[in-house]
């Protein structure tokens, strides 16, 4: 049989994590800045399912472009998007209350939503236990608690947004659970010690459900079900800048300039003390000044921030998808998301379209193949790598034997850039020169950035961690830590945990 087999990308994956770890090392050489996001992507379900997949894709893209903003964010993913969001709503909360208007500006390399939220997997599940006792042992009990609780927070509120405006059908809520395939004993051994620490420390995990190899739906493994959602990711970005694009009036103003990348940030200094201190966004249409920059560029962010380059900053890594027809109907395909071999592969069958009756399937991973390098350090989504698309088109035949035919070729096929972390950890707060620790040059300046592939439940919230702390700064306020977010993400934090 051609399959998949789960021994061989276990013992890959071991193999991949400790090329992870030792990245410091035998992958120096390629401790350099992330290039800027490649200009002729792959194609994504999300961006280019049809011609009208992206209505904003090419907004603000000609014309004038703006020159001059209180705060602009780079990039126009999930966490950008969320920035401006959460400033429309502080300001519509009168949190900031302000004489002229807020003028808010966003600029996007490429399309609207093209870098990983536009060719992600669509998963929106919050990890409550998973990697708990590591992380225990590691950051202690709050810390653990507080991953949770910030993934929970995230969720819920994204969650809450969709339902509270009507959004559900525009984005494609699926509220299906998403369901751990467990491939092997010790990987069935630490989740269930996870679970066991998790609880112990305080989570409610009454909704967690441990399920048998029976009843796994036809597979050869025991699992783990937590409640979970699948989401179409750039239309509920669309639909959040929508919403703040509404917000647009006498005290907020919010412009979009996409294909408008920052190719450099220089400091403009009129009378040299702080308070008249301007940064110029140099793209290639010209100069913009602002007070205040968000870096919102994930994957990218070492290409204008370079010392975040290299093993202890952000490492571009590149993850690859397949959308692939199954052999059975929908009564055989559960709507569930889900996972296996630890999360390394994720999919889910998309709700059947009009005149369609067999599930198309988003399935992402593989990366487990690619050899030593594990797709670290690459930052080029305009193509995708050969070995890793014949794991992924041998994964699901193997795993539901009778449900999916080896040798049928996927309908689509992409990768998107992810923003890794040694820990995991995202940077969230101020920039400052993360070798030297230096903040005085990156006054002013916020990140939000490095979600290690797990960015869905996390970046929302992150955003309004990064809105919290324009607010304090505007209002002469002093920002003070939820119990909610993990004290770890801060950057000034950063340096003691070392990444
Ligand atoms: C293949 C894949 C599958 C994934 N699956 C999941 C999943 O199922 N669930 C989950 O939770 N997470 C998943 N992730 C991770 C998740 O997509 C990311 O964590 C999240 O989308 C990050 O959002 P972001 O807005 O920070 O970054 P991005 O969405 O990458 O946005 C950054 C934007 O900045 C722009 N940009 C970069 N540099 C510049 C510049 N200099 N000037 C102007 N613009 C710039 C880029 O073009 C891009 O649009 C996946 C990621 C990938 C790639």
Redesign the pocket.
């Known amino acids: 049989m051609p399959g998949w087999s789960v021994t061989r990308a276990f013992e890959r994956r071991k193999d991949a994590r400790a090329t992870f770890n030792a990245a410091g090392s035998i992958l120096d050489h390629l401790r350099r800045p992330a290039n800027?996001?490649s200009a002729n992507p792959t194609r994504s379900l999300w961006t280019h399912s049809s011609a009208d997949a992206n209505p904003l894709a090419r907004e603000g893209s000609y014309g004038p472009l703006t020159t001059d903003a209180d705060i602009c964010i780079?990039?126009?993913?999930?966490?950008?998007?969320s920035v401006a969001y959460h400033l429309a709503e502080a300001v519509e909360n009168q949190t900031i209350d302000l004489d002229v208007p807020l003028r808010v500006v966003i600029?996007?390399?490429?399309d609207f939503?093209?870098?990983?939220?536009?060719?992600?997997?669509?998963?929106?599940?919050p990890h409550t236990f998973y990697s708990f006792a590591a992380r225990q042992d590691r950051f202690g009990a709050d810390e653990a608690i507080r991953s949770s609780a910030l993934e929970e927070y995230t969720a819920s509120s994204l969650v809450n947004i969709i339902e509270r405006n009507g959004w559900s059908e525009d984005v494609d809520l699926v509220n299906g659970g998403n369901v751990r395939l467990l491939f092997t004993e010790d990987e069935e051994r630490e989740t269930r010690a996870d679970f066991e620490r998790a609880k112990h420390a305080g989570i409610n995990l009454d909704n967690v459900q441990w399920l048998t190899r029976d009843e796994t739906y036809g597979t050869p493994y025991s699992a783990v079900k937590l409640p979970g959602h699948n989401i179409w990711?750039l239309k509920l970005v669309t639909m959040l800048y929508q919403h703040a694009k509404q917000c647009t009036g006498e005290h907020f103003d919010l412009r979009m300039h996409t294909h408008?990348?920052?190719?450099s940030i220089t400091r403009s200094q009129s009378e040299g003390s702080n308070a008249n201190l301007k940064y110029i966004l140099s793209t290639p249409r010209g100069p913009i000044s602002c007070l205040r920059v968000v870096h919102?560029?994930?994957?990218?962010t070492s290409?204008?921030l370079p010392s975040l380059a290299g093993p202890d900053g952000i490492i571009p890594t590149?993850?690859?998808?397949i959308a692939t027809r199954a052999s059975v109907g929908k009564a055989l395909i559960r709507t569930n998301s889900w996972s296996g071999n630890q999360g390394y592969e994720?999919w889910f069958p998309r709700p059947l379209g009009p005149g369609e009756e067999r599930p198309l399937i988003v399935l992402?991973g593989g990366r487990e193949a690619s050899g030593p390098q594990f797709e670290l350090y690459a930052d080029d989504d305009s193509g995708t790598n050969p070995v890793v698309g014949k794991e992924l088109r041998d994964f699901l035949p193997t795993i539901f034997q009778g449900k999916f035919e080896y040798g049928t070729e996927p309908e689509m096929e992409w990768?998107?850039?992810?923003?890794y972390t040694a820990t995991g950890n995202p940077f969230v707060g101020p920039v400052f020169d993360f070798s030297t620790g230096e903040k005085e040059d990156f006054k002013r300046q916020y990140i939000?950035?490095g979600?290690t592939?797990?960015?869905?439940?996390?970046?929302f919230a992150c955003a309004e961690i990064v809105v919290q702390m324009i607010v304090a700064e505007l209002t002469g306020t002093q920002w003070s830590c939820p119990t909610w977010f993990p004290e770890r993400y801060l950057t000034h934090n950063r340096l003691k945990h070392k990444n």
């Open positions: 800027l996001p780079i990039g126009s993913g999930i966490t950008g998007i600029l996007e390399a490429r939503c093209s870098g990983a939220t536009g060719r992600n997997g669509g998963h929106l599940t990711p408008t990348p920052v190719t919102a560029t994930n994957a990218y290409h204008l590149r993850g690859q998808i994720y992402g990768t998107g850039i992810m923003g939000a950035a979600y592939g797990h960015g869905m439940p996390r970046a």
